[in-house]
């Protein structure tokens, strides 16, 4: 037992990113070397996100709770910059994605089978199942992984706990604790879990069916580069007045990496919510804006959005100009806010742009359709650059605040 605990204690000493990069490593090589056999790991894959999705939901429930009911009177939880940094950053991904879509048209061999899932019908709907998902019964909204619902309950348990005795507080604190303790656990076998996701995504794909729409693709993840590596840097920087990389790459590193291979903002909450911890910023904040994050802010999916509809306008031969394409932007930066409340995501949001410029239904499933080929890809990178995002705008709010007095110092780790 004491080997078997040491053995455990000197992995969790070594660096967990380079543990995830060695288990890229060995997956990608037995799917390479021995396809069928690497098959036979993916139950490792599918136990780590089956993991993170279960305790994510009570995680975010029980820690923004737990965080709101004992705050201090006239303490800054920075919500508000948090709120408008990730607003501000859907809009700008999505005006990216216009301008790198107009310099670089691209069109589509559209596929003849179509996605059997429902778009929405229009903006209002979306907004209609963000709304109800709020008002969701609070046990069926952890169930089902609703977080818009989870953030309700949780904020009004929160503030009905704040009146309550500093013993109910405590226990309801030291829940909080030992649910994060469970979750610093499963982040530990990060590495074996990526290990089985990558042998048997590669196994299963490869990536010959990529070929045929690697322009496509190619753009995707350019937009996704340029956002995550030049223009959150300058929002980052107009806000803290330094360099803002070594915030970034650690929130790339640290967290997007492990958000490639989970396919999952909602995984990919605890392991936010230990990053932010690692940072040492406030968790009055981080508690409730990294879950928020993950479902308003999304960057990624604004982008899917834009360049597929552009992609098909296109393939049609539409003309469109430029203020056309600003609407367009504003519609896919608000459709990706309400894309956690939609069944599959940013994909399914898609027609929902294309009505703006009169393409059907059956065209629009068509390029949902090509968006499911790339997604192998493309929902990767689309999930690494949300869900880092996340930590990188709740860091900045909280480093900008304590350079303007408005937050209790904090000891911050990262080089910023």
């Known amino acids: 037992m004491g080997e078997t605990q040491s053995l455990f204690d000197r992995m969790a000493s070594t660096s967990l990113v380079l543990r995830i990069i060695i288990g890229i490593a060995l997956g990608a090589g037995l799917a390479v070397v021995a396809p069928d056999t690497a098959l036979s790991f993916s139950l490792l894959g599918s136990l780590f996100v089956g993991a993170l999705k279960a305790v994510a939901p009570i995680l975010v429930f029980v820690l923004v709770a737990?965080?709101?009911?004992?705050?201090?009177?006239?303490?800054?939880?920075?919500?508000?910059?948090?709120?408008?940094?990730?607003?501000?950053?859907?809009?700008?991904?999505?005006l990216t994605a216009v301008v790198m879509s107009f310099a670089f048209p691209i069109t589509l061999t559209l596929v003849t089978n179509e996605a059997s899932a429902t778009p929405p019908q229009g903006i209002g709907e979306v907004l209609n199942t963000l709304l109800f998902n709020i008002v969701q019964n609070p046990v069926e909204a952890l169930m089902t992984g609703n977080f818009i619902g989870i953030l309700a309950w949780a904020v009004a348990l929160g503030l009905a706990l704040h009146r309550a005795s500093d013993n109910t507080k405590r226990v309801v604190h030291d829940l909080s604790d030992a649910i994060s303790n469970v979750v610093r656990f499963i982040i530990q076998l990060a590495p074996f879990g990526i290990f089985g996701l990558v042998a048997n995504t590669v196994a299963q794909t490869g990536f010959s069916a990529l070929a045929e729409y690697g322009q496509l693709l190619m753009i995707l993840i350019s937009c996704m580069v340029i956002i995550a590596l030049v223009v959150n840097p300058l929002i980052v920087f107009t806000k803290i007045k330094r360099n803002p990389y070594p915030l970034i790459f650690q929130c790339l590193r640290e967290s997007g990496v492990t958000a490639f291979f989970t396919r999952s903002s909602a995984a990919n909450i605890p392991v936010n919510m230990e990053l932010c911890k690692k940072l040492n910023l406030h968790e009055d904040t981080y508690s409730v804006s990294i879950p928020l994050g993950a479902t308003i802010n999304m960057a990624g999916a604004a982008i899917t959005i834009t360049v597929m509809t552009l992609a098909a306008v296109n393939t049609l031969g539409i003309q469109v100009d430029m203020p056309t394409a600003l609407i367009l932007s504003v519609i896919a930066a608000v459709s990706a806010c309400g894309a956690s409340g939609v069944a599959g995501g940013s994909l399914l949001l898609i027609p929902l742009a294309c009505s703006l410029f009169g393409i059907s239904a059956d065209v629009?499933?068509?390029?949902?359709?090509?968006?499911?080929?790339?997604?192998?890809?493309?929902?990767?990178?689309?999930?690494a650059l949300n869900s880092s995002t996340d930590v990188v705008f709740t860091a900045t709010a909280c480093i900008s605040a304590e350079d303007n007095g408005q937050a209790i110092p904090v000891t911050r780790k990262a080089n910023v």
């Open 66 to 94: 737990s965080s709101i009911a004992n705050q201090k009177k006239g303490q800054h939880t920075n919500m508000k910059p948090v709120i408008g940094l990730y607003l501000v950053g859907t809009l700008a991904a999505s």
């Open 364 to 383: 629009a499933m068509q390029v949902v359709a090509v968006g499911f080929i790339i997604g192998v890809i493309q929902d990767s990178a689309e999930t």
